[in-house]
């Protein structure tokens, strides 16, 4: 099975409410889909988000990247030599790993496409069944409320409360949703870097202080602030869990000799791909430390492949954010996992299981003179 083209195209899916956090809001998924075809007839299907304020990445800067950097390495290629692909991918350039995770998902897709295996099973197997957590997205304290109670009516075990944006009506945004739950379902706090080291430190001491009970604080402070992230998790009782501070394995080493995090968030779009996330699952696992899979503003078509990789490396990624399909107002994927609310079930389908996705405007990338 060899790759014979590379094709590109937009999807638009509309969300059913706002996605609001500390750094952005929107309210419509709009990704590049990669299509990677073979000699054989096989499709691969990989996605990327255009995510600048996270990982830098636009619209333009992945198809450009696909088109001119990633794509000519590819053509030709053997989809059998799998670690040989992915390393052509992440060698390609720097950083841009939106577009490189786009292409390495649709790369494992036909890989295990190839060997007529769903790829949970071909990444180590596993129980083909999780649950993920639904985002509560920063909001008037009412809004919030509501937002919360309907996603436990809706079958939600796990929410995820987006802060960030003002200490104090945070601390009270989160007092009032606990209240409101009763213990119904367990409370995720991310700040999205909205706050600083010692914000941080008030806020979880005042919440800890008031009975609330948080299953963990995300990202409290900037990416880069190490330091800062280490300060809180010495001086919290809550666990702390880095996100926007880990994007590759090196990272991952750093930030557990240093102690500076309890947790580890996964995302496919910051490691580039699943090869870096299957080595960050790995170096944690060494060092016990769990982790968290995680997503973007995306589709079930990269989501799946995050969970493939959670089914597959259960034993340390022990918390699913994987909430970004049941966001949309539809889902434009034909076959692959099937979301629902918070239940994840995966098809015994060969690959991430795609026969088609609906609505795609095909795209022709710009040549540069």
């Known amino acids: 099975m060899k790759i014979t083209d590379i094709e590109l195209g937009m999807l638009r899916v509309p969300l059913k409410t706002p996605f609001k956090t500390a750094l952005r809001t929107v309210d419509t998924v709009e990704d590049v889909v990669v299509l990677i075809r073979t000699d054989s007839g096989h499709t691969g299907y990989g996605e990327a988000p255009a995510t600048a304020v996270i990982t830098g990445d636009t619209h333009g800067s992945i198809i450009e990247a696909i088109d001119s950097f990633i794509k000519p390495r590819l053509i030709g290629e053997d989809v059998a030599n799998l670690n040989r692909l992915c390393g052509l991918i992440q ?62 009516e809706r079958g939600f075990e796990s929410l995820k409360i987006k802060v960030g944006k003002d200490i104090g009506l945070d601390i009270e945004r989160v007092k009032a949703i606990h209240a409101a739950v009763q213990g119904r379902a367990l409370l995720r706090l991310d700040a999205n870097q909205g706050w600083t080291a010692k914000q941080a430190v008030h806020a979880m001491r005042a919440l800890e202080e008031a009975g609330v009970v948080l299953e963990l604080l995300e990202q409290p402070v900037k990416a880069a602030d190490i330091s800062g992230l280490k300060y809180v998790t010495d001086r919290v009782n809550t666990p702390v869990m880095a996100d926007e501070s880990v994007f590759n394995p090196g990272q991952v080493f750093d930030l557990i000799q240093q102690r500076a995090a309890d947790i580890i968030n996964i995302k496919l779009m910051k490691t580039g791909g699943l090869s870096n996330a299957i080595r960050i699952a790995d170096i944690a696992a060494i060092y016990g430390v769990p982790c968290m899979i995680g997503c973007m503003i995306e589709s079930s078509i990269s989501v799946a492949a995050a969970v493939h990789l959670a089914v597959a490396k259960s034993d340390i990624i022990t918390k699913v954010d994987l909430d970004g399909p049941s966001l949309g107002q539809f889902n434009p994927v034909t076959g692959g996992v099937n979301f629902n609310e918070s239940e994840i079930i995966i098809s015994d389908a060969p690959g991430l299981g795609i026969t088609e996705v609906r609505g795609l405007e095909m795209i022709t990338p710009r040549r540069w003179p």
């Not at 990444?123 to 809004?143: A, E, N, R």
């Open 91 to 152: 060698t390609s350039m720097e950083r841009n790993t939106s577009a490189k995770a786009a292409v390495e998902i649709a790369v494992y897709d036909l890989w295990a496409q190839l060997h007529n295996a769903p790829l949970y099973r071909m990444l180590g197997g596993g129980d083909p069944v999780i649950t993920t957590d639904i985002t509560i997205s920063v909001d008037y304290i009412d809004k919030m409320v509501a937002d919360s109670l309907s996603a436990i």
